[in-house]
């Protein structure tokens, strides 16, 4: 296995679950702290519904069109078909 040069100007986290969830179990709070703490530069956007989701992929694309180059990260439920948005029951194929 040989290891992977690359370099981001931030990680973007895409965060699907319920504010429920959010709370409980702290997912995306803990990594952005992870991150700030090895001071790498992070976005998130919280999506309560599929078009949300698809509202933060239309500018994460504006981003990436400005050279900007970012890691993405999903928190969310999924299925066997893609992601799943339990505060709402949709379903992102």
Known sequence: MT???VEYD???IVDCLSQKDRDDFKISEDLM???ASKGIKQLQGKCKNKAMVLDTFSYMK???ETG???CLQIVSH????GLWIEEN???IY
Not at 78 to 81: A, C, L
């Open 3 to 5: 290891k992977l040069d």
């Open 78 to 81: 999924g299925t066997e078909d």
């Open 89 to 91: 029951d949709e379903d």
């Open 33 to 35: 702290n992870f991150l």
């Open 62 to 64: 504006k981003l990436a």
């Open 68 to 70: 900007l180059k970012f």
């Open 10 to 12: 931030l990680v973007f």
